[in-house]
C-alpha cells in the first residue's frame, strides 16, 4: 500500500454519463496529480494541486474537471466523454512538486481507476 | 520541455542475470531522477531514484547511475527473479514554469525462469 488511494478502481460509462473519480491520500503531503495512461504511450499529466492551488493544466478538454478541496482529497469530474478517453487514470501524491531545490518531489500512485467509455 | 527517451521498450533476461534499462534527458537544470515499477493492475511504485549532486545508488540488487554531462541515467537490477517481472519507468522533471515529471515509454522486464 502506497497510502494513496482511489475510487472506484473500475468504471464503465456511456457517452452522455457524468461521474467522478475520486482520490485520497494519507501521507500528509501537499502535491496532489492527475495522470492518464494508456497502452503504448508514456504516462500523461493532466492537472496538478499544489497546496490545493491548481498549478497545472495540461492542455486537457473541459469534458474532464478537477476538484480538490483540501490537500488530502483530489476528483476528477468526467462528462460527456469520448471512447478515446479509456484509459487508466492514476492519482498521485508528492511532499512537494518535483525538482525543487532542497529534495523532496518523490510522487506516490493509487492503484488506478480503469475507466471505459462505451 | 523536458523530453525523455526510455530503451529498450522490452527485455528478456534469464533468472540470475542483470538486466539494465537507459533513459535520457534533455533538460540540463533537471536534478532527480526517479524510476517506477508497475507490476499488472497497480499504479507505479517508486522504487529508486537519484539526485544529480551523485552519480550512483544503489539498494540491495538495484542501483541507478547517473551521467550529467551526457544527460543519460540507467537503473541496474542484478540477480534478477521473477518478481522483478513488470513494466519500468523512468522520469526526469521540467522547469518551465512549473516543475512537474515526465516520464519515459516503459521497458517491460520479464525475467525467463
Known amino acids: 500500500e502506497t497510502g494513496v488511494t482511489q475510487t472506484p478502481r473500475h468504471l464503465v460509462m456511456g457517452m452522455t454519463n457524468k461521474k467522478s473519480l475520486k482520490c485520497e491520500q494519507h501521507?500528509?503531503?501537499?502535491?496532489m496529480y492527475w495522470y492518464k495512461q494508456s497502452a503504448k504511450k508514456p504516462l500523461e499529466l493532466m492537472f496538478v494541486?499544489?497546496?490545493?492551488?491548481?498549478?497545472e493544466n495540461n492542455s486537457v478538454p473541459s469534458r474532464f474537471s478537477p476538484e480538490c478541496p483540501n490537500s488530502s482529497h483530489l476528483f476528477l469530474h468526467l462528462h460527456t466523454l469520448q471512447p478515446e478517453d479509456s484509459a487508466l487514470y492514476l492519482c498521485a501524491s508528492s511532499q512537494t512538486p518535483p525538482g525543487l531545490a532542497g529534495g523532496g518531489g518523490e510522487q506516490y500512485f493509487g492503484p488506478g481507476t480503469r475507466l471505459t467509455v462505451t | 520541455g523536458e523530453n525523455v527517451e526510455q530503451h529498450p521498450s522490452t527485455l528478456s533476461v534469464q533468472e540470475g542475470d542483470s538486466a539494465v534499462i537507459k533513459c535520457t534527458y534533455s533538460d540540463s537544470a533537471s536534478n532527480y531522477f526517479p524510476w517506477y515499477k508497475q507490476e499488472l493492475g497497480k499504479g507505479p511504485q517508486l522504487i529508486i531514484d537519484?539526485?544529480?549532486?551523485?552519480g550512483e545508488k544503489k539498494d540491495q540488487r538495484i542501483a541507478v547511475t547517473l551521467n550529467k554531462t551526457a544527460k543519460h541515467f540507467s537503473l541496474h537490477i542484478t540477480e534478477t527473479q521473477p518478481e522483478d517481472s513488470a513494466v519500468y519507468f523512468c522520469a526526469a522533471p521540467s522547469f518551465l514554469g512549473n516543475e512537474k515529471l515526465t516520464f519515459g515509454t516503459g521497458t517491460r522486464l520479464t525475467i525467463i525462469p
Open positions: 501521507l500528509g503531503h501537499n502535491a
Open positions: 494541486y499544489n497546496f490545493k492551488e491548481q498549478t
Open positions: 537519484i539526485r544529480s549532486n551523485v
